[in-house]
């Protein structure tokens, strides 16, 4: 297990950036910047179809083919370099165009959760398929092709030297793809990256995540006879459960804000059979990696106590792990000026009717958003969550946005984002982020001393002892990792 020591001190600094001050890029005049958005408008048809086509084909981490397909086909055909398999992952893909200048980036996602089909109605009903896009990676994927591709077209037609980047990421519901590009070293020329997620408002505000690690501890005992011979039989359900146990108690005893959640895999087989196998499944979060990283160590050292106790044994594989998303105010701040001229959308009467059905099955809100409304610019906000996007905005200048694709009050990973990822009013939504991050990336590419301003702000972040180390290790990507064993 890697040390923490040098991890240690990365989060302090942010502490420190109490006020950023806004740093002027240069903004497209409104001439052009309406030409790139009437670029987009005329991508959306191709947009909506590509949304539409993942939603359906609601495929789970690794197993994209088909959504990775057709994202791969919408690039290459608009005339991008596009390298499929990128650090061993067969979905994962790279697409590029251009060349020199700054290198701007933008990522697709496209994966979809198990349990979670859906129908694009009002009303919980499953698809019956395995998986449904409960959040949004399908309009993910699309808008980030759709401001890739209109970039692609403004660079051309304005003869200006800059490459945009796409990189295709799948899993990144627990197969942190992007942590693997990393790692690897694929981003390390990237200037910036503009990143966006479904949701259910229209905000540039930039969030802290939490960073994570996951893991399965896997139990060994001796199989016997529970009735007739239980002395000869070592229970490996006994030391999965003792294990549980003396992490529960861990939990008054951890730094604040510490998230610790686990799932039994295996119990065993049946009752009248000692169980020789038994698997947990962990995860443990904190907005300090190193805290993340400690607790951990010491969550694997309580699985050692369980075997010791139950003489069993026991192995660990760490499954996944990322940084929490680092905030970068320069950027985000560029991003909210494009999102305010972009500006949210409006319901027809259909969809206001479909929203209102949806909205009255959600929890009571105290505030509620509208999809014509840009929230407000908020600094040091913190989300509880985590993506995989951390250790790019670790290592990278990065930006995130939001857009109201879903019902306000909707929560992702639920069946009410899944039905509204599949509606008109998660292609409006996306819509939103496409013209947004394309004015941003526009923007970027002629303004150097932004880029400059946003790269100060990330060593700033790091601290001065930053070394990026994955939290996932050494282990290679877990291709297998959504397989029923
Ligand atoms: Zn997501």
Same mark, same amino acid.
Not at 107 to 116: N, R, T, Y
Not at 200 to 208: E, P, V
Not at 418 to 443: H, R
């Given at each position: ?16 950036? =109490? ?45 994209e ?20 398999g ?47 896009? =409960?959040?949004?990676?399908?309009l ?27 990189y ?24 910036a ?51 549980d ?50 607790v ?22 760490v ?39 949806i ?55 639920t069946?009410? =984002? ?15 982020a496409?013209k ?50």
């Amino acid at each position: 297990m890697r040390s923490i020591s040098v991890l240690r001190p990365l989060l302090l600094p942010i502490l420190l950036l =109490a006020g950023t001050a806004p740093v002027s890029a240069k903004p497209l005049s409104d001439a052009e910047a309406e030409k790139l958005e009437a670029s987009v408008d005329a991508l959306s048809p191709k947009l909506s179809t590509i949304a539409h086509d993942v939603w359906n084909y609601a495929e789970i981490g690794f197993k994209e083919t088909k959504s990775s397909a057709e994202l791969q086909k919408a690039l290459h055909d608009a005339g991008f370099h596009v390298e499929p398999g990128i650090s061993g992952i067969p979905t994962a893909f790279l697409a590029s165009s251009g060349s020199g200048g700054p290198v701007i980036a933008l990522l697709a996602e496209f994966d979809a959760l198990p349990g979670l089909s859906q129908a694009a109605i009002p009303e919980q009903k499953s698809l019956g398929a395995i998986a449904g896009h =409960a959040c949004g990676h399908n309009l993910l994927g699309a808008a980030s092709v759709t401001a890739a591709i209109a970039l692609k077209q403004w660079l051309d037609q304005n003869h200006i030297k800059g490459t945009i980047r796409l990189y295709g990421s799948p899993a990144e519901e627990g197969g942190f793809s992007k942590v693997y590009f990393v790692r690897d070293g694929l981003l390390k020329d990237v200037d910036a990256v503009l990143s966006w997620h479904p949701g259910d408002a229209n905000t540039a505000s930039q969030a802290q995540l939490l960073s994570v690690i996951s893991g399965k501890f896997r139990f060994k005992g001796i199989a016997s006879h529970a009735a007739v011979a239980p002395e000869r039989g070592r229970s490996a359900l006994d030391a999965v459960e003792i294990h549980d146990v003396s992490v529960n108690f861990m939990r008054q005893h951890v730094p604040e804000g510490t998230r610790i959640h686990y799932v039994i895999t295996d119990g065993g087989d049946q009752p009248n059979i000692v169980p020789a196998h038994a698997e947990s499944f962990y995860y443990v979060r904190n907005y300090d990696p190193a805290i993340t990283q400690d607790v951990w160590d010491r969550v694997q050292k309580a699985a050692q106590g369980a075997a010791l106790a139950t003489g069993t044994s026991v192995s660990v594989e760490v499954v996944g792990g990322s940084y929490g998303d680092l905030p970068n105010d320069t950027l985000g701040r560029i991003v909210y000026a494009n999102l305010k001229r972009v500006g949210g959308f409006s319901y027809t009467p259909q969809e206001a009717a479909y929203a209102a059905t949806i909205a009255a099955t959600l929890p009571a809100q105290r505030v509620k958003s509208s999809p014509e409304e840009v929230a407000p610019y908020e600094q040091g906000h913190k989300v509880p969550a985590s993506s995989d996007v951390g250790d790019i905005s670790w290592t990278v200048p990065t930006s995130s946005l939001g857009t109201a694709t879903w019902i306000s009050g909707t929560s992702p990973h639920t069946w009410q =984002a899944a039905s509204a990822s599949g509606t008109s009013i998660g292609v409006k939504g996306a819509i939103v982020a496409a013209k947004t991050l394309a004015l941003t990336g526009a923007e970027l590419f002629l303004s150097p001393d932004a880029l400059a301003a946003a790269k100060a702000e990330l060593t700033q972040r790091q601290g001065s002892d930053f070394i990026y180390r994955p939290l996932l290790g050494d282990r290679k990507p877990p291709l297998d990792y959504t397989d029923k064993k």
